[in-house]
């Protein structure tokens, strides 16, 4: 796609803060909404806010070297974790805290979070739902590989696999997922003796009500016991009971979901936290009136849910309104004597250091010899003041 006529790439500029939405609109006839959902969303609980306890989202930025999480630390000294959550994000945090460092080292996990996770003590990682395995919200595929880790054993309660009547129900019209994944975890054959040095406990039917403190730290959490209920719209809840258990652990990471953020001057539906829209055509709050030339696709358009798959089936029902739109002469076009150039000399004259795709291309080889030479597949740059200094001294050596 980058390489398409017409196609151009400007980094490192910020929406609102660079260049205003009402300089965009000077600029171009559309804007395209793509900014997915950046925030987690919160437990609400007592305690959440001690040190200890981290939404998945800054241990995922921090392993994976986003510049934003740089500078978070994990007390990795902990024995017992809590990952709130069964989604993909909480099996992706709870399997890189599970790896050994030969199984870390040939990802392109970030350098620092590498040395921090080779002297990681976890013994016992808590994965808690609030509902049933049938509700599960991983993919059978993540599920597969938390079982091939070298050093973590995978246990879950077998009479969180004694389904109430409404999952049993809902398995038998269950999507393949769903069913793949409750037969995976049927197949789970539990090692009485947990032999292998850390262990992964599939834990069903438990709410986190409040996070316990020693020394301004997480220390415990306590979760109450939940059966579920049917609702009359058909959906299957959670419902907590009087029995409640008390783990001892010393980290917490939420892993209940992302959340959007609202961008300056473009509207913002804070229920949902998504761009109000109709299949993609931005509205107003009431979605009465569709605002010409703008557009959303993903998260920022659904919320926080799907996978790549999902994602393009999304924008191609975004882009071809917009076409439409075009072709039907909905969208103000703007002025035919505006250069393409005319953005270039707007970023330069407010001093926006914008990166290229070319730019782009440079770090991305540069990141991979880097990487290459220390035998990983890259070597990510994780601070923007040294991509920005790598690029500059790519392109002049190009010149
Ligand atoms: P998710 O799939 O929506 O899962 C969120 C989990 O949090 C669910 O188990 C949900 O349970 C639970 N939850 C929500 N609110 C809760 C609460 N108040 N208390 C306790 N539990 C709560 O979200 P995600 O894991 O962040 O993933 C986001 C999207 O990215 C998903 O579509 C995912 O598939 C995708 N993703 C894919 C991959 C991959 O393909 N490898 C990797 C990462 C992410 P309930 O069902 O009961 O609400």
């Not at 945090?93 to 620092?112: G, Q």
């Not at 599920?143 to 038998?172: G, Q």
């Not at 880097?370 to 690029?391: D, N, S």
């Amino acid at each position: 796609i980058a390489r398409l006529p017409g196609f151009r790439f400007f980094g490192n500029v910020t929406f609102g803060t660079d260049i205003s939405h009402l300089e965009y609109k000077q600029f171009y006839d559309c804007i395209v909404y793509a900014v997915g959902a950046e925030t987690d969303r919160h437990m609400n609980i007592p305690g959440e806010e001690l040190e200890g306890s981290f939404s998945a989202t800054e241990f995922v930025g921090w392993y994976n070297g986003h510049p934003d999480y740089l500078h978070k630390t994990f007390d990795l000294s902990a024995e017992n974790i809590a990952v709130i959550g069964m989604g993909n994000v909480a099996i992706d945090a709870a399997r890189i805290l599970a790896k050994t460092a030969d199984e870390l080292a040939d990802s392109d996990i970030a350098d620092y979070a590498l040395e921090a996770l080779k002297h990681n003590k976890v013994k016992d990682i808590y994965l808690i739902a609030r509902r049933g395995p049938v509700q599960a919200a991983f993919s059978p595929q993540e599920l597969k590989e938390l079982l091939e880790l070298e050093m973590a054993d995978v246990s879950i309660d077998p009479d969180a696999l004694d389904l109430d009547s409404a999952s049993e129900d809902a398995l038998k019209s269950a999507d393949k997922n769903t069913a793949d994944n409750v037969c995976i975890m049927r197949n789970i054959h539990i090692d009485p003796d947990l032999s292998k040095p850390r262990r992964l406990h599939l834990m069903f039917l438990h709410s986190p009500v409040e996070l316990y403190e020693k020394d301004s730290k997480v220390s415990g959490i306590k979760l109450v016991k939940n059966k579920l209920e049917l609702g009359a719209n058909g959906r299957i809840s959670s419902k907590a009971t009087e029995e409640t258990i008390d783990l001892p652990v010393g980290l917490v990471f939420r892993s209940i979901g992302y959340r959007g953020r609202s961008l300056p001057d473009v509207p913002f539906d804070t229920d949902k936290a998504i761009i109000p829209n109709v299949c993609g055509r931005v509205t107003d709050l009431d979605h009465d009136k569709v605002i010409p030339g703008e557009y959303v696709i993903g998260w920022a358009k659904r919320g926080p849910s799907g996978v790549i798959g999902t994602n393009k089936p999304d924008a191609v029902e975004t882009t071809s309104l917009l076409l439409k739109d075009f072709s039907e002469n909905t969208v103000d076009e703007l002025d035919d004597n505006l250069k393409p150039e005319a953005i270039e000399a707007y970023l330069k004259s407010k001093n926006i250091d914008y990166v290229t795709f070319k730019d782009w291309k440079l770090l991305d080889k540069y990141e991979v010899e880097i990487g290459h030479q220390h035998g990983k597949p890259r070597e990510k740059v994780t601070t923007v003041k040294e991509m920005l200094a790598i690029i500059k001294e790519q392109r002049a050596r190009q010149t």
